[in-house]
């Protein structure tokens, strides 16, 4: 049953993606890369939510994955950018292509209601406090699993010669460190994308996105992956940027150490 619902909403999600397609190739380009990403966030939920969900609640999980970013497709056609703050929450707009297209009608209202607020909780700087565990659980699912797959988009455009302007941004390359940003890193504070002036500033946000992961999983596969040291590299020498480096380094390992 569970397999079957899947099945057809994943059936019913390559077809709806498969409606944006640009004669640009660029633009092409940016739609697959979320396609692709929606997928493999799927299996990182999977992942990371095997060890800990019964059957039935990882197919909850992985729906929530599934159509976390569905409102990427059409921000993308609007708005020619993937940066909520110069256009609109991809969150809200999945919701809203969700419930036009009535796409949760064979689960039980409560489930509905589960992946519904974790697909709203997962681009937001931070989780509401006022939840229940059972919200904040799915919600830290698809925040990890969404930022594992991310860090994998990033380095992989951050090391190519002509950085894709919509995965950065739009954000200048120039060598600059913002020293407001790397104190905030510092003290643990996520960042507020608005005060980002650099690529550099953005990058080391996005290492910085460590104190924001919920499960030792999650942990281990950053390290397997080697995102962080990924991430440094491509950043120009600094002493500032190695400070923030080595902090989070030290972090992972004493979590990984528990
Ligand atoms: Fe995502």
Request: charged share 30%.
């Amino acid at each position: 049953m569970n397999e079957e619902i899947f099945l057809t909403l994943k059936g019913w999600f390559n077809k709806y993606v498969s409606t944006y397609s640009f004669p640009n190739p660029t633009d092409q380009r940016n739609i697959d890369l979320k396609f692709e990403h929606t997928y493999k966030v799927v299996e990182l939920i999977t992942t990371i939510g095997e060890e800990i969900l019964s059957a039935e609640e990882l197919y909850l999980a992985k729906i929530t994955a599934l159509f976390h970013d569905l409102g990427r497709f059409e921000q993308y056609k609007r708005y020619k950018t993937f940066s909520d703050a110069k256009s609109e929450d991809h969150a809200a707009l999945a919701i809203k292509i969700i419930l036009e297209n009535d796409l949760l009608a064979e689960i039980s209202q409560e489930s509905s209601q589960l992946i519904l607020k974790a697909i709203s909780y997962h681009n937001k700087m931070n989780l509401p406090e006022d939840e229940t565990d059972k919200v904040l659980l799915y919600s830290k699912l698809i925040r990890d699993a969404d930022k594992l797959d991310i860090w994998r988009v990033v380095i992989n455009d951050y090391n190519q010669e002509d950085n894709n302007k919509v995965v950065g941004l739009g954000l200048t390359s120039k060598d600059d460190i913002s020293n407001s940003i790397c104190q905030q890193i510092i003290a643990e504070k996520p960042v507020d994308y608005k005060d980002l002036k650099t690529l550099n500033d953005l990058k080391l946000t996005q290492m910085g996105w460590v104190y924001d992961i919920n499960f030792q999983k999650s942990l281990k596969i950053i390290e397997e992956r080697e995102y962080i040291d990924k991430l440094f590299m491509t950043l120009p020498p600094s002493d500032k940027a190695r400070e923030v480096y080595e902090q989070i380094k030290s972090y992972i390992n004493n979590k990984l150490a528990l």
